[in-house]
């Protein structure tokens, strides 16, 4: 309540229970509309999807079997990336030994340890900040490190000295791209050091995924709409030599690594009948790309 007080915002998540078969999690938020408090509460679904489940590329899940490096799902709030990074870390927590330590605000989904050992932090209530909580971390000998958004420079800079480190550092942005999201990594540092993340960003990135939810076409929910990015010599290139601009051809042309921009999927998606044309036009990145993709 204090913390709402003086922030005048507040963000949480609670379990509800009502008898032996009833366990409903949600996730919250306090604000101020023309002085007076208001609540949104979100359901979050119990269950913990499987990458299949959730229809993502195969490569999201090879992701889980990588060492170390640098991982990053965007896309707008709603659209799903903290039940895709669920998915990933239940995908190492089924597979392999592993310390998994995730940083949250607020936790969202709870995980029970099975091959994989999980520590769950939440900012406020366990660690004061995200950046905070990563330095801690590195004290803990995890072997994967999930963080719930890059939020400023302190956490980018841990981010990207944890998976220089040897971590499997798993996280959110909020943009729509690839390439936006390394410009936002790159654009949140002094110009003087800009050339150094670069350096540093093109040597751990393993990949970026971005996603929309789009209606199907029966309309009787969402169909996650994705574009991958996977870090081959061509991309990290791009990225040392400031040339974000060229990643979007080397994405459409990267078909063999699994590659594919949002307009792609979109296109598949409405050829295979999943989404109407109106929606993969609202969708849409770029309509001239879409269309010649669609092919009618």
Known sequence: LQKFKDEREFDFSFNFSSGPDFNQRFRGNFSYERGNPVLALRIITPIIRT???????DEVRNIAHKNNGLFIVTGPTGSGKSTTLAAVIQEINLTRPAHIITIEDPIEYIYNSAESMIHQREVGSDTKSFSEALRRAMRQDPDVIMIGELRDLETISAAVTAAETGHLVLTTLH??????????????????????????????LIGILSQQLVPLVTETGRMVATELLVANNAVKNYIREAKTSQIKNAIQTGSALGMHTMDQD????????????????AYAYDIKDLERFMGD
């Open 51 to 57: 990458v299949k489940q959730l229809m993502l590329p």
């Open 266 to 281: 979109l296109a598949r998606m409405y050829r295979e009948g999943l989404i109407s044309r109106k929606n993969a036009i």
């Open 175 to 204: 943009t729509p791209d690839a390439p936006q999201s390394i410009d936002r990594i790159i654009d949140v540092f002094p110009p003087g050091q800009q050339q150094q993340i670069r350096i540093q960003l093109s040597s751990i």
